[in-house]
């Protein structure tokens, strides 16, 4: 079966600071994955997508990046990051069959 | 952009009642997923309903789909304490590549013992 992990489940950073969020898929091969943020009591906003390696879509012009520098892992990542980034990160793999979407837990991001 | 407005914002109800909750979307679409969120964690997909059905059930759900007012409803009967979580709609939207889902904003259903 497959499985999605998301890793850190909290994380605090200052202002100003990298950002690595990692993101691995186990059980398939090839999926599609997402980066979506969620801001508290609202809906998710796509950051980015990838249909595989090296092949990172976004959604909205931001202070975030993504990279997918194998099959199954998923990168979303920042030179510096601002208060406004914080919320809660999350990652997805697409069933490719009827466009069903497997979330992985999630990371909070705060920003002091 | 958000795709699917879910209305309530927010819904309190007693255990043993029905929670009902609506979605509505703008555009075309292939289907129309349900997903539950409890607080803090990841979303766990609950149901999809394809453009050409127009009622769906599984266990206590049942989502119903109207594409002539762009709307869908989903119910849970004889809610359980254990149900308190946030709903979303997503919807496929029709052309759309890649597999993108467009997200509502959610509703917020608390039940209590």
């Known amino acids: 079966s497959q499985t999605i992990h998301q890793w850190p489940a909290t994380l605090v950073q200052p202002v100003g600071s990298p950002l690595s969020l990692e993101c691995t898929v186990e059980?398939?091969?090839?999926?599609?994955l997402y980066w979506y943020r969620q801001a508290a009591g609202r809906g998710l906003q796509l950051l980015f997508y990838?249909?595989?390696?090296?092949?990172i879509s976004s959604e909205v012009p931001q202070n975030l990046s993504a990279s997918r520098p194998q099959d199954r892992q998923f990168i979303l990542s920042s030179k510096k990051l601002l208060l406004s980034d914080s919320g809660f990160y999350l990652c997805?793999?697409?069933?490719?069959?009827?466009?069903?979407?497997?979330f992985g837990p999630g990371t909070r991001l705060t920003v002091l | 952009s958000q795709q699917g407005e879910e209305d309530p914002q927010a819904l309190s109800i007693q255990e043993g009642e029905n929670a009902t909750m609506n979605c509505s979307y703008k555009t075309s679409i292939n289907n129309l997923q349900w997903y539950r969120q409890n607080s803090g964690r990841g979303l766990v997909h609950l149901i999809l309903i394809r453009s050409n059905e127009r009622e769906k059930h599984s266990g206590r759900l049942r989502v119903t789909l109207d594409t002539s007012k762009k709307s869908s409803s989903l119910l849970i009967t004889a809610s359980r304490a254990a149900d308190t979580a946030s709903y979303f709609c997503a919807t496929d939207r029709r052309g759309s590549t890649l597999g993108r889902l467009y997200f509502g904003r959610g509703t917020q259903l608390t039940v209590w013992p």
């Open positions: 997805a793999w697409r069933q490719t069959e009827n466009n069903e979407q497997f």
């Open positions: 059980g398939t091969s090839n999926p599609n």
């Open positions: 990838s249909v595989g390696i090296g092949q």
